[in-house]
């Protein structure tokens, strides 16, 4: 049973212009939402966390947005770089505290020049 | 500050074989983490520790895998007899506390091929 679920298993977008990441979950208790972004024979790195109690949180050019009402979050890219290409991961965690993070299937992002 | 180390990077083995799998995690985390990614799949959480103790094995196939963490700092991760299923990156995380507002930190994991 997936719980977080990343639907677009690739996204290719012009540098410079925005790059949308989305993700979905099916269990209301998750109230804390990370995005991890993997290199190629690498492990995930952490980019950008949001609580439940807030709808939006930046850092830099990484903006996450989280619907709470409509279970989503997106992740935003603003401008896009050739040194974003990863592929992006989508966790949550089911209350403020707990350990386990429960990771999406991933969006293959390339930037292209 | 040196991150997180695994070795193997890479093992394949045939099916009903053994393997052990080796973690070193950040100088000083608490709590370590070994996660299963299947290809096409997002990593999956097999066991937890904090210190030298479990808080979380319950998604663990105990029948044919197993992990320790002598001395609250070196992880191995063991599966006997391995199965084709196996076949996954094997992805130690630590972080500096038992809670997911900490971050993280992963090493490159070890890529499993059983045939």
């Known amino acids: 049973d997936q719980q977080v679920k990343q639907n677009s298993p690739s996204l290719s977008v012009q540098e410079g212009r925005i790059s949308i990441l989305n993700c979905d979950y099916t269990?209301?208790?998750?109230?804390?939402f990370l995005w991890y972004k993997k290199y190629p024979a690498e492990g995930p790195t952490f980019l950008i966390s949001?609580?439940?109690?807030?709808d939006k949180n930046e850092d830099g050019r990484f903006t996450v947005f989280l619907n709470k009402s409509a279970k989503h979050l997106s992740l935003h890219i603003v401008p896009s770089q050739p040194g974003d290409s990863a592929v992006y991961f989508c966790?949550?965690?089911?209350?403020?505290?707990?350990?386990?993070?429960?990771f999406g299937t991933g969006t293959r992002l390339t930037v292209i020049p | 500050e040196a991150g997180v180390a695994q070795s193997p990077r890479y093992k394949i083995i045939e099916k009903r074989q053994s393997v052990a799998f080796w973690c070193n995690p950040i100088?000083?985390?608490?709590?370590l983490y070994w996660y299963q990614q299947i290809l096409g799949q997002g990593p999956k959480l097999l066991i937890q520790?904090?210190?030298?103790?479990?808080?979380?094995d319950s998604q663990l196939p105990k029948d044919r895998f197993s992990a320790e963490r002598l001395k609250g700092v070196d992880s191995t991760l063991k599966i006997q007899p391995a199965k084709l299923e196996d076949s996954a990156v094997y992805l130690c995380?630590?972080?500096?506390?038992?809670?997911?507002?900490?971050?993280?930190?992963f090493g490159p994991g070890t890529r499993l091929t059983v045939t």
């Open positions: 995380a630590s972080s500096s506390r038992d809670s997911a507002l900490y971050e993280q930190y």
């Open positions: 269990n209301s208790m998750f109230d804390y």
């Open positions: 949001i609580s439940s109690i807030k």
């Open positions: 966790a949550a965690s089911r209350r403020a505290g707990a350990n386990n993070l429960f």
């Open positions: 100088s000083g985390h608490a709590t």
């Open positions: 520790f904090q210190n030298n103790g479990v808080v979380d």
